[in-house]
């Protein structure tokens, strides 16, 4: 695959830089380490270099044109590509991109994380991908381990390099061990003993560290004095390093043989510190989790609601007893009429006859809904969605039904479609299924309230001079203040109660009022 | 760190290419480079000819030699009484690739040695440079600009130490109008004797490179 170059970052303030000329020209041969284009940021040039072999198959950002860090700027065909390989590339570069202009590149949003790269140059940061290449460490020149420092590892064959490294400070020389090339051999005896592989200079293929390497390492770190720094037991490499990058060595925790500090150690050391942890919160935190486009629409849609809207909070316990009868009667008729079905429908029914629940504020004034959406929120493997029956006003339950086990199905299979869970004016959550009592969820905007559902209670009921089981269901509602007050939400939600209490109403077919 | 007196400026730019590829190939070390220049004007890359403000017939009948340069910025004099210096560090070796924080070390540089030479400089974000104190015009006493070959730096820093009096009257310097350029015989008064002074600002310069560069590869 061809692979794109990206404008490199060349400082953490750096967040655009402007093409100076390019060195090669479009189809020119290039080897590792040509120098390829400068890039010139507030008053530093720098010759930027190939971090790949090829040839320079397409320039994407001309001399004199700034875009921001993370841009492409040129696609380099590499040697084992074909014509057709190129050809494809730049139609789906063209197809995704339709004319990144350099303008639209420095407007636009902050560089993705992967734009975040520090520039590659030869001695490049370890790849991203597949196949890494072997540790390009500083070799230890002291106590290093017999055979080790001899045999330097060969620059990788084939060309892995990546135009992606992590966002990192981490300097090239620590490289994530697991991404070092070894034997499954070498890797299971490295586990064993606490060995960090990227210590290690491989003697197999490509740089391979094999068990023999690490066998060998191990001796020499026996034989070699153990580098003591104020008392810490460190590995030779990891000593230096540690010293040039002034890691104070006391705050590291060792996880080497005998509990000597690797280069693996003081990885993790800096990439906490990265993180911003303080020495106490080193270990706290574990793998930061990628968010879905989802998720950070809901985040910013909850908290967007929770700093904008004021929400207050009633809640009513509902006598479910009749409702549960009439489920219990359905069910025997063979209809699909689900707890869920009849509080949609009493939702939809009640928002009919208060449009002033059915509303929003806008800028500077309430403006009520046309229709009466109402938005179900479902859990789909762990991710919420909330896809919108339309149009409920006038429809009979049967219908709404219908239309609501659709699209529950649908996102069950994870193929709603936006407009699926767009424009919706009212929310119902349930978390009755999951045992949950009580609970208010947030009003999700523009919307002004939410439904809360919790699960059904048996409690005991006085009638006359005898105890039976009677059910009971609490109802939360979640108010925008600005919208509605205290009294008309009462309102509200009592004639959801009377509703679900009385439950013949919700199957009337279609509005009988 | 070496001192290498007063070297013609193409010259010059052929040793700093020299050393910049021994370093790569890791043949020699890190190194700071001290020396001056005979009178050139060499224009930047985004070098506006109105900021050159004499013909080059002019210049070039005053011995001042004129340039175009591969590098960024705008139009720079150099000249006697200047101390220039040339920084060729390995970035990537010294655990932190980031060129703006080598522009930045190269300002504290200049800071550290200005202060021993008692003039009391700084900076002024976000131009790139070092100015004195109090600066209301801002006056200019050290210009600054870098390049990589990789993670490799040349080119470096020009600290005004005891230049000509309108040395810089045939530029607009670095393209900044309203900036004027001073030096430290200017800020000390003019007193003294123009070769000592210099040699006591690159024994301050090399003293405080010394300290901010201490450390992997430091300079010796």
């Not at chain 2, 001290?34 to 080059?56: N, Y």
């Amino acid at each position: 695959m061809p692979r794109e170059i990206n404008m490199p970052k060349l400082s953490d303030t750096m967040e655009e830089g402007t093409i100076n000329v390019w060195r090669k020209s479009e189809g020119e041969t290039i080897e590792r380490g040509d120098i390829l284009v400068e890039i010139e940021t507030d008053k530093a040039d720098m010759e930027f270099e190939a971090y790949m072999a090829g040839t320079l198959a397409k320039i994407l950002v001309r001399a004199g044109e700034t875009v921001a860090v993370g841009t492409p700027i040129a696609v380099v065909r590499l040697p084992r590509d074909s014509e057709e390989d190129l050809a494809a590339f730049l139609a789906a570069r063209a197809s995704e991109t339709p004319a990144a202009a350099p303008a639209a590149a420095r407007e636009s949003s902050p560089p993705s994380a992967t734009a975040k790269a520090p520039p590659a140059t030869a001695k490049a940061p370890p790849p991203d991908g597949n196949a890494p290449p072997p540790a390009p460490a500083p070799q230890p020149p002291r106590a290093a381990p017999a055979g080790a420092s001899s045999a330097q590892a060969p620059p990788p064959a084939a060309l892995p390099v990546p135009s992606l490294v992590p966002t990192s400070k981490i300097p090239f020389f620590l490289p994530d061990p697991d991404r070092v090339r070894a034997t499954p051999r070498a890797r299971a005896l490295a586990r064993e003993r606490g060995v960090d592989l990227s210590e290690i200079a491989g003697s197999g293929p490509e740089g391979a560290v094999r068990a023999a390497d690490v066998e060998r390492w191990l001796e020499a770190l026996e034989e070699a004095e153990t580098p003591l720094e104020g008392d810490v037991p460190i590995t030779p490499v990891a000593a230096r390093i540690a010293d040039e990058l002034r890691i104070d060595v006391q705050r590291v925790k060792g996880t080497g043989p005998g509990g000597r500090i690797t280069k693996r150690d003081l990885r993790a050391h800096l990439e906490a510190r990265e993180r911003g942890e303080t020495d106490r919160e080193v270990g706290l935190y574990g793998d930061a989790l990628k968010l879905s486009q989802k998720r950070k629409a809901l985040i910013r849609n909850m908290v967007k609601s929770k700093q904008e809207a004021p929400h207050f909070y009633i809640g009513m316990e509902v006598d479910v007893e009749p409702l549960r009868t009439l489920r219990e009667r359905l069910k025997a008729d063979g209809k699909g009429i689900t707890w869920t079905h009849l509080i949609l429908k009493a939702c939809a029914l009640a928002l009919e006859r208060f449009p002033d629940v059915n509303a929003t504020f806008r800028e500077d004034r309430i403006v009520r809904f046309t229709p009466v959406n109402v938005a179900v929120a479902v859990d789909v493997q762990g991710e919420l969605v909330a896809p919108v029956v339309r149009d409920c006003q006038g429809r009979g339950i049967e219908e709404l039904a219908a239309e609501a086990d659709a699209l529950i199905a649908k996102a069950r299979e994870k193929k709603l479609s936006p407009e699926d869970y767009a424009d919706g004016t009212f929310t119902i959550s349930n978390l009755g299924m999951l045992g949950v009592d009580h609970f208010y969820a947030i009003i999700t905007p523009p919307q002004s309230s939410v439904l809360s559902v919790s699960a059904m209670r048996r409690v005991p009921v006085a009638e006359g001079d005898q105890i039976r089981v009677g059910y009971r269901m609490d109802f939360g509602l979640a108010c925008d203040h600005r919208v509605l007050d205290g009294a008309k939400a009462a309102e509200f939600l009592g004639a959801i109660r009377t509703l679900l209490e009385s439950p013949t109403e919700l199957l009337a077919n279609g509005e009988a009022t | 760190m070496e001192w290498l007196g007063c070297v013609p400026y193409t010259e010059a730019l052929e040793l700093q290419a020299k050393r910049v590829e021994a370093r790569r190939s890791g043949a020699c070390g890190d190194a700071l480079l001290l020396l001056e220049h005979p009178p050139v004007v060499t224009l930047g890359r985004s070098a506006r000819p109105e900021h050159l403000l004499r013909s080059r017939q002019e210049l070039s009948a005053r011995g001042v030699e004129v340039h175009e340069v591969a590098r960024g910025g705008d139009v720079t004099w150099h000249g006697p009484g200047q101390l220039v210096g040339y920084l060729i560090l390995d970035l990537a070796a010294r655990g932190q690739p980031d060129v703006h924080a080598h522009l930045r070390r190269i300002e504290a540089i200049l800071v550290d040695a200005l202060r021993a030479l008692g003039v009391p400089a700084g900076r002024r974000p976000p131009m790139t440079g070092v100015f004195v104190e109090p600066s209301q015009p801002p006056r200019k006493i050290a210009s600054i600009g870098v390049g990589l070959r990789g993670w490799v730096t040349w080119h470096g820093f020009a600290l005004n130490v005891a230049c000509a009096p309108g040395a810089f009257a045939d530029i607009v310097p670095c393209g900044l109008h309203g900036v004027a350029m001073t030096s430290v015989a200017e800020e000390r008064g003019g007193r003294g004797d123009a070769s000592a002074l210099l040699a006591e600002a690159r024994d301050g310069v090399a003293d405080s490179a010394r300290r901010q560069l201490a450390g992997p590869g430091a300079i010796g």
